[in-house]
T-cell receptor, first 113, second 114 residues
Framework: EAGVAQSPRYKIIEKRQSVAFWCNPI?????LYWYQQILGQGPKLLIQ????????DSQLPKDRFSAERLKGVDSTLKIQPAKLEDSAVYLC???????????FGNGTRLTVT | AQKITQTQPGMFVQEKEAVTLDCTYD???????LFWYKQPSSGEMIFLIY??????QNATEGRYSLNFQKARKSANLVISASQLGDSAMYFC???????????FGTGTRLQVTL
């Protein structure tokens, strides 16, 4: 089966600019997650979707981050405006049901200068 | 709240030796799952092994086994016969029904040497 697809692989932007990341989960996976992984740390959940509904966005900085999952398949994560501390790898993951192993994409490495 | 603690920032092991990576967890839920992931330098997160809180047997997957001690709230990963390709970051994570999300520890960097 095809894995979780993410794009772009790398992105460099200046602070205050906006950026968007795209994720296509494994076919049939109802649950989709966006994680932020700052260098040297473990991944931190930003938002979790079940189909096209939000299950948990408690750690999403909603003043600058937004995410959507239209039609319960693809998802986009947007940052507007970006700050220096947003430099991180943004990982998308999907799972068949909530309590099952997450399958991760290769991530998008964001550098904010 | 749920929490994972990995106290070993880095570990070294010689090729063909076994190594144990420590993980302790904290949750008030009775039902939970424990996961280990491997993250090579290329960045992808690779699922290794899973242990459910009600599983009586320790989980095993090839060279990976999970030493699950429920009373101590520990879920250590044991890698047998280490290979150079095992060099990577290893993350322990917990999922509970209440929180309904996967929470990761800070990771352990494993270096396998000749």
């Amino acid at each position: 089966e095809a894995g979780v697809a993410q794009s772009p692989r790398y992105k460099i932007i200046e602070k205050r600019q906006s950026v968007a990341f795209w994720c296509n989960p494994i076919s049939g996976h109802a649950t989709l997650y966006w994680y932020q992984q700052i260098l040297g740390q473990g991944p931190k959940l930003l938002i979790q979707f079940q189909n096209n509904g939000v299950v948990d966005d408690s750690q999403l900085p909603k003043d600058r981050f937004s995410a959507e999952r239209l039609k319960g398949v693809d998802s986009t994560l947007k940052i507007q405006p970006a700050k220096l501390e947003d430099s991180a790898v943004y990982l998308c993951a999907s799972s068949l049901v909530r309590v099952s192993p997450l399958h991760f994409g290769n991530g998008t490495r964001l550098t904010v200068t | 709240a749920q929490k994972i603690t990995q106290t070993q920032p880095g570990m070294f092991v010689q090729e063909k030796e076994a190594v144990t990576l420590d993980c302790t967890y904290d949750t008030s839920d009775q039902s939970y799952g424990l996961f280990w992931y491997k993250q090579p330098s290329s960045g992808e997160m690779i699922f290794l092994i899973y242990q459910g809180s009600y599983d009586e047997q320790n989980a095993t997957e090839g060279r990976y086994s999970l030493n699950f001690q429920k009373a101590r709230k520990s879920a250590n990963l044991v890698i047998s016969a280490s290979q150079l390709g095992d060099s990577a970051m290893y993350f322990c994570a917990i999922h509970t029904g209440t929180a309904s999300k996967l929470t990761f520890g800070t990771g352990t960097r494993l270096q396998v040497t000749l």
